[in-house]
């Protein structure tokens, strides 16, 4: 198969170590992009942290940020955008607010980062893109897992053991990679997707080829078709060596 595009997650994938991308990394995307591939990044973060990596590799392709709630381009091109139930939003902030102390929460808006720190600043109507909920006591995140799981109102993934991530049902980075495909006029089946996390399965099970970093989730490493180095050991530098300049 000759592989088209690449997505990559970036934290625990793209990105090693002090939140930076390799220097190897950088090098073999580069060569992947001076070969005709095309290279996106599928994150769960915020367009304005995820397009200053894109930046930094000259990246072109639309990009899926917010685990799939905003399809954009740089430098600011808004492709497509879904957002939550405003109703179902305070229906976990009810939630948490039954466990005090023991989970905390962030999300992304259109009106940027949301946390404890700024909740009661908000004012007018709040475009929800992603809510997550976090916590160290592993037994509190579970119970809240399930919780709103039963609710029906979300897609629920990850993207670290310790939170839960709430999008827009249906709304994945499959979803969003999809989106991508259809504005390149790239089949799915020419894609490779990379990442480590709950949030990555729909687009390594979705790609023509998925693969799981060394340090992935035991969950994603049995959703893929490979695994590959860990992203301290420039994972993302072999995947293309191997899979795509091979």
Request: hydrophobic share 40%.
């Amino acid at each position: 198969m000759a592989y088209r595009l690449i997505a990559l997650d970036l934290d625990g994938t793209l990105i090693g170590r002090n939140r930076q991308i390799s220097e190897t990394n950088r090098k073999w995307i580069a060569r992947a992009r001076e070969a005709g591939i095309q290279v996106t990044l599928a994150t769960g973060r915020p367009f304005a942290e995820a397009a200053g990596y894109a930046a930094q590799l000259g990246l072109e392709a639309p990009l899926v940020v917010n685990n799939g709630s905003e399809i954009r381009s740089l430098p600011d091109v808004l492709h497509r955008r879904e957002e939550l139930d405003p109703g179902s939003v305070q229906e976990l902030f009810r939630l948490l607010d039954r466990y005090g102390n023991e989970a905390s929460f962030w999300a992304h808006t259109v009106q940027g980062t949301i946390g404890p720190d700024n909740r009661h600043q908000l004012s007018g109507p709040i475009q929800w893109l992603q809510f997550a909920v976090s916590s160290k006591n592993p037994a509190v995140l579970e119970e809240i897992v399930r919780e709103v799981k039963s609710w029906n109102a979300f897609e629920i993934s990850n993207s670290h053991p310790a939170n839960m991530e709430c999008n827009p049902r249906g709304v994945t980075k499959a979803s969003g990679l999809a989106e991508v495909c259809r504005l390149l006029g790239i089949g799915m089946s020419e894609v490779i997707a990379a990442g480590d996390s709950l949030n990555d399965i729909p687009m390594i099970r979705a790609a023509g080829l998925g693969i799981a970093m060394g340090n992935a989730q035991q969950p994603v490493k049995m959703a893929a078709d490979a695994v590959a180095p860990s992203h301290l050991e420039d994972g993302v530098a072999e995947i293309i060596r191997k899979y795509i300049l091979g």
